[in-house]
């Protein structure tokens, strides 16, 4: 997917070997602004449009700042190759968030080697709706039991006297809606903080012209 905005840089002051200095300098450090610009109205639209975003999922939302050699920022969720995690994290941010986001995959598949995508049924969740830490640990050890009944692999569990389905394991699992429209946020919100930000930026750079000069 790919956009585009006009930029006015003439208000660069001084010769042409100055302006050619300073404007990757100015290019670049409105790059940066807008991109944590982008980043904060992220963070701000995600418990609008999920229900219940994880403290994890919110400070997933990163940016890679722009040099003035590179004169590229970029603005996504951290996984693999993006960002920084935590030193426990479980999956990225990345990774779940694609299938929320418009044209994002809508099948995730389970990885070999596990027991499957944990699918709560009727497990005690947290306040933001997932299972807590440890759960499935804890209700085997108070009886319950991993196995297929009925065809269901999970974890199984007895309910006053009900025999109950806690958490079942499946080998994929597919995703409908498409809440949060990642692109279309951050474009909406760079249309409205670049010029603004590009302007700041010149002024400054004119500045450290001025001081140089």
Do not use: C
Request: proline share 7%; aromatic share 8%.
């Amino acid at each position: 997917m790919k956009f585009s905005f006009k930029s006015d840089t003439s208000q660069l002051r001084g010769n042409l070997k100055q302006q050619r200095r300073q404007l990757p300098f100015a290019i670049s450090a409105a790059l940066n602004s807008s991109a944590f610009d982008i980043q904060r109205h992220l963070k701000s639209e995600l418990p609008k449009k999920l229900d219940r975003p994880t403290p994890y999922t919110i400070r997933g939302v990163q940016v890679e700042k722009a040099t003035k050699r590179t004169l590229k920022a970029a603005v996504g969720f951290a996984g693999e190759g993006f960002g920084r995690l935590p030193a426990n994290a479980g999956i990225p941010p990345s990774e779940y968030m694609s299938r929320l986001i418009p044209k994002g995959p809508k099948v995730r598949v389970a990885r070999p080697g596990t027991k499957g995508i944990q699918v709560p049924a009727n497990a005690r969740l947290n306040r933001y709706g997932n299972l807590p830490r440890d759960y499935i640990s804890k209700v085997l050890g108070r009886g319950g039991f991993l196995g297929t009944i009925n065809g269901q692999y999970g974890l199984w569990s007895s309910y006053q006297g009900v025999l109950q389905l806690v958490v079942a394991f499946e080998r994929q699992t597919h995703y409908g809606a498409a809440p949060f429209d990642l692109f279309g946020l951050s474009v909406n919100r760079l249309k409205q903080v670049w010029n603004p930000n590009l302007s700041q930026a010149i002024a400054r750079a004119n500045r450290t012209a001025r001081r140089r000069g």
